[in-house]
């Protein structure tokens, strides 16, 4: 009980964290207000250490593999990419990318914790899942730090066109930075994913892939890699930079956001188990039309059965 309280404490100060880091770098970009360059990458830092120790509490209450399943990994991994934008900001310029870093840490955080069914199903325990499931979620941390530097890229290059040099501009890195921050974190994030490709073809042929959802996150998982992909080529190849490189970057990450959605929020599959509480499995699944508690009393369907032949 103890361990619970403690684990639930460091959540909501890593969530607390996260919030006054957005507050504060929003607040500095509407208004130009404050000291961003050195309080808010700390409270990112503060952030990041104070999510790292939940994970680890929380891994200890829980008793659970902190890369099985999809819940914990992505709270790894927003934790990585927090850690990521701290070591990198100062050699790459892009300290105002925490404008981004906090809100998507802070949402990812959330996510892991309320949004779909925290509980693995029996038929996705597999060797191969973790590493699947590690590479692909660090490969999103990695893209969401090139998805932030390619928005802000955009951002001060409308206020350049319109000729605002004023405000927000003067708080903006240079686009040449801007340009090069993203491109590494393509170059730095591409390799997990491909990767993560490779494991999860592996895995997928040993388990049956079925439903729409399944089909569709398979689709989405294959455009991803090759819009990323496409978008590396094409700099190397063709010279592509700036604009086209940030709006590629940017519909690149929101299909890997649309993949990553849709793992959160598939249901867990009819007939199956969770691996966490076989005990209370019954309560937890129910076969396609059949309410949970008519699963919950065999003898009772069996009387049903009889009564209704």
Not at 48 to 64: D, Y
Not at 183 to 194: D, E, I, K
Not at 202 to 222: C, D, Q
Request: charged share 15%; glycine share 8%; proline share 5%.
């Amino acid at each position: 009980m103890v361990n619970e309280t403690v684990a639930e404490g460091l959540f909501y100060l890593t969530a607390a964290a996260y919030v006054a880091a957005s507050v504060l770098f929003l607040r500095f970009l509407a208004r130009g207000k404050g000291d961003v360059g050195v309080l808010g990458p700390r409270l990112i830092a503060v952030g990041a250490a104070l999510h790292a120790v939940h994970i680890v509490v929380a891994s200890l209450v829980l008793r659970v593999c902190p890369v099985e399943g999809i819940h914990f990994p992505m709270s790894v991994a927003s934790m990585s990419m927090a850690i990521a934008y701290v070591l990198a900001r100062r050699r790459l310029k892009i300290e105002v990318a925490g404008a981004f870093i906090a809100p998507l840490a802070l949402t990812s955080l959330l996510a892991s914790r309320f949004v779909g069914s925290a509980e693995p199903s029996a038929r996705m325990k597999s060797a191969i899942l973790p590493f699947h499931v590690t590479t692909n979620l660090f490969g999103v941390a990695l893209f969401t730090l090139a998805f932030s530097a390619a928005a802000l890229y955009l951002i001060q290059e409308r206020l350049l066109k319109k000729k605002q040099i004023d405000g927000v501009f003067r708080r903006l890195p240079p686009l040449d930075v801007l340009d090069r921050a993203e491109h590494r974190f393509l170059l730095a994030g591409f390799p997990l994913l491909t990767i993560g490709i490779i494991t999860g073809t592996l895995w997928a042929r040993r388990v049956e892939m079925g439903s729409s959802s399944e089909v569709l996150r398979s689709i989405l998982g294959y455009v991803t890699w090759l819009v990323i992909a496409a978008v590396l080529f094409l700099r190397a190849a063709a010279g592509w930079r700036g604009r086209r490189a940030a709006y590629g970057t940017i519909a690149g990450f929101g299909f890997a956001v649309v993949v990553l959605t849709l793992y959160l929020l598939r249901a867990p599959s009819p007939g199956t188990v969770t691996a966490s509480h076989p005990a209370s499995s019954a309560a937890r699944f129910s076969l396609a039309g059949a309410p949970p508690s008519r699963l919950a009393d065999p003898a009772a369907e069996g009387r049903a059965s009889e009564m209704h032949p």
